[in-house]
């Protein structure tokens, strides 16, 4: 079965040297696309940059920003029977990039920043994507509540929720701690490494699939 797994920090360019980004390491991405390929899926990672190995046996599609992630997915969606959204994608990038290197001066600088393109909000949307959808959420307060929201305004089959002002968790950590929420169900899942942690959550990934295309085609088993 083709899945896209989008993983990994993006970079928004503010000169030619500089950018912003975040703390994403991409290790729950690559892990995940990991275990889909070790379950024999055809697995396509689209990535931001990181310091990670590529995975065995999966396709990569490495990107940079927000809009060629955007962009890449928007391509490759239409062929995908799940879609796994883990990136931490950047909410703002410069509204201007610089053609030049910025020089410095004695006085205070200020960035305008624009909102980048939401990829896991335009799934459903603009994408029109009607496969199993899966999206991350990282909060520091509200975690069920925020999660539920995201799940419901992104159209989402399940949001893999974790609470990053829990310190030795989550982002740019090997171990990671999460809540499942689901349109019918909570279920936490215990502390454990991102690599035991992907094995879990591509076999609840796979049920849920399966849940959903056995009611929409109750004669279809396959997959
Ligand atoms: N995401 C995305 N594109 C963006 C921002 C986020 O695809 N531009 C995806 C992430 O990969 C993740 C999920 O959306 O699966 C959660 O992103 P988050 O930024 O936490 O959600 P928002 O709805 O933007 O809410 P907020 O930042 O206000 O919490």
Excluded at 42 to 64: C, K, R
Excluded at 178 to 196: F, G, N
């Amino acid at each position: 079965m083709n899945v896209l797994v989008t993983a990994g920090p993006t970079r928004e360019a503010i000169d030619p040297v500089r950018y912003l980004t975040n703390r994403s390491s991409g290790k729950m991405g690559y892990e995940i696309a990991a275990a889909f390929a070790r379950e024999g899926h055809a697995v396509l990672l689209v990535s931001g940059p990181t310091a990670l190995d590529l995975p065995e046996g999966v396709d990569f599609l490495p990107v940079e920003s927000a809009a060629e992630m955007h962009d890449a997915v928007s391509r490759q969606i239409g062929r995908m029977r799940i879609a796994v959204f883990a990136a931490a994608v950047a909410d703002y990038r410069p509204l201007r990039v610089a053609d030049g290197k910025i020089k410095k001066s004695k006085q205070p600088l200020t960035l305008e920043l624009e909102p980048t393109p939401d990829i896991l909000g335009s799934a459903r949307t603009e994408f029109g994507f009607r496969g199993t959808l899966v999206g991350f959420a990282a909060e520091t307060s509200d975690l069920e509540a925020q999660a539920r929201d995201k799940l419901v305004r992104k159209g989402c089959d399940l949001v893999v929720a974790n609470d990053v002002s829990q310190p030795g968790i989550g982002f740019d950590s090997d171990v990671n701690e999460v809540l499942l929420v689901r349109p019918d169900r909570i279920e936490p899942l215990p502390r454990a490494s991102k690599h035991e942690l992907a094995r879990t959550l591509v076999r609840i990934m796979l049920e849920i699939h399966h849940e959903k295309t056995n009611v929409a085609n109750p004669s279809c088993t396959s997959d």
